[in-house]
Structure formats: C-alpha cells, structure tokens
Nanobody, 119 residues
C-alpha cells in the first residue's frame, strides 16, 4: 500500500492550500485516513482525521479553518486549509489506519509534504 501526498507549498498568512493523499496498492478497505504535521524540533501531531463512514476529528488549533474530506471511490483524503497562520508551517503527513489487506490490519504513512506560511 502506498500513500501519495501532494498539494503542499508556500502560502501567505490568511491564504489557503489544499492537500491530497491517494492510497494505492492491494487492499480492501481503509478505516481511517488522516493528516498529521511535524514542525522542526516538534513531535508529529494529529491535524485531522476522517473515518470510512465520514466521522471527522480535528485538532483544536485548526477547528474552523481546516476541513478534511474523503472520497472512498478514489481512496483519497483531502485537507482544505484556509486562514493559514505561520504556526501552521510544518511537514504534513497523511496516514491510513487499519488498512485491511486480507492478511490483517496495518497502518501506513505517506511521504511528507512541506507547508510553509510566510509573507
């Protein structure tokens, strides 16, 4: 299973970016897909997640600004980031939790994508 993230880049404060992460490979289902971020010298923290039935969870710091969504037909998760702040600057990672491959459940991480918010 591979997770391919895209959409990072440079944005000004108050601006917007949209991240995408597509899962590919041999699997039958993915329970939860989410986004984490890690700033230099910091731990990797959950930003937002969405289950296969659409239940979402957000970090307090992004509530009202970020929106996570998921297209199960494309095995893709999106993160719409609005009203960006400099403190949103980090490497963003997508994650697929409890992926059923037919040989058990596993979690997978995608490669990171850099998001920089600066004027």
């Amino acid at each position: 299973v591979q997770l391919q993230a895209s959409g990072g880049g440079l944005a000004q404060p108050g601006g917007s970016l949209r991240l995408s992460c597509a899962a590919s490979g041999s699997f039958f289902s993915i329970n939860t897909m989410g986004w984490y971020r890690q700033a230099p010298g910091e731990q990797r923290d959950l930003v937002a997640s969405v289950t296969d039935n659409g239940r979402t969870n957000y970090a307090d710091s992004v509530k009202g600004r970020f929106t996570i969504s998921r297209d199960n037909t494309k095995n893709t998760v999106y993160l719409q980031m609005n009203s960006l702040k400099p403190e949103d600057t980090a490497v963003y990672y997508c994650k697929a939790d409890r992926v059923w491959t037919g040989m058990g459940f596993r979690d997978y991480w995608g490669q990171g994508t850099q998001v920089t918010v600066s004027s």
